[in-house]
């Protein structure tokens, strides 16, 4: 197994105003591999994968303390450049958001912002990145429609590859699989463990049976803090902390 | 606390589990005492008893089958119901090897006459009346200190398995043994292996309880 670490994340704290969102979260998120993030709601872990790409520097009266390492760096330093920084830790997000645009501009539009211009340069990056979240077959030969007429489970993958054509290392995954049917979801799965040979994914997760099925390790937050994190199986089969035991086997509350 | 159906259905199923141990330990007791006794009547009451447990292992495994796939069961519950799936199978299986006593005990000689001491065959009949009792024990209490202790107690039986069938072949050897009492020795040689394989099946329960309790694989080699 692949040891190397992405991102070690070091005693993180994070404060919405007077409100503690995380405390002293620390982690090491393995390269190459799936790691699910799990716990209730207004456990965290959403606001923790927005730390990553500092999606959380949009709200206001934040404060946060620790370190975040991704390639050497602390990117909560405030001299980090934030748009490189998505551009290489991309996230998706729970509901489907394509742009009202064609399905080939769609893709085409990070690399555009980013500086690619030509045209046969562009078709490259829009097939390799539609065939990268599977979905070039179904879509090739309509790449000048509207996305948004895709199905709720192709314009998820849409997203996914419209991520993978700013060629990111990392993505972050915000319930990507929540507002779609059973097929669509197994889709978005299937891909998540493709999709790890090449990227460090996490996945935000409610849904524990997909944070079993996809995720090499399993992290578990409860108000704030992280509970457990361990490989899946363990994290499922056998937990450590009585809190996660109640939490993985439904008994909380 | 949340989800009280399924709890309750967990319950039930550990309940189903320690009944049907409780039965088959009891099988076990009887067609020992039908052999002590030379008591065909019970040893034939042992066999109808078998289609009892067989029956509760059918519906504990479809109990199981339903909790994996309609709850998800996680953690300490999902070791439960694994424990459970694979200890009524140890259980059927000591029912079986009780029917093969039994159908021994029917067709011996009344009273048993056998060419060897008698204190080491007793002491494997009650060890292994022991061991399944206890093993029951170890599920229903989550018992792990007395689970670790089987694998010591199935060395003596081995030990006691050895020794009697040794003495019991050389006392043919030597001729020790009348042309009646040789059926009987047959007949023992039989229902010692079966004991012997009876208290093998009770070890595998002692650590399908060590892996409930601490999520272990390694109890499960």
Redesign the interface.
Known sequence: MNNAIEISVKNLNLWFGKFQALKNVSIDIQKNQVTALIGPSGCGKSTFIKTLDRMNDLVDNVKTTGEVLYQGTNILDSDTDVVELRKQIGMVFQKPNPFPKSIFDNVAYGPKVHGVRKKHNLNEVVERSLKAAALWEEVKDRLNESALRLSGGQQQRLCIARLLAVEPEVLLMDEPASALDPIATSKIEDLIYELKKDYTIIIVTHNMQQAARVATNTAFFYLGELVEYAPTIDLFERPRDKRTEDYVTGKFG | ???TR??RKLKELRQNVMDMGALTSQSVQDVLTALETSDAALAERVIANDDVIDNFDRKIEAQCMSLLALE????????IIATSLKMITDLERIGDFVVDIAEEVVTMAKPIRIPVSATKFNELVTEVKSMVADSIETYAEGNVQKARRFEGRDDRIDFLYKHIVENMVKALAQGQCSTETVADVASLLYIIRYLERIADHAVNIGNRVCYME???RRYLK
């Not at chain 2, 998800?72 to 070791?79: G, I, Y």
């Open positions: 606390m949340a989800r399924y709890v998800q069961p996680m953690a300490k519950d999902l070791r601490e999520g272990d």
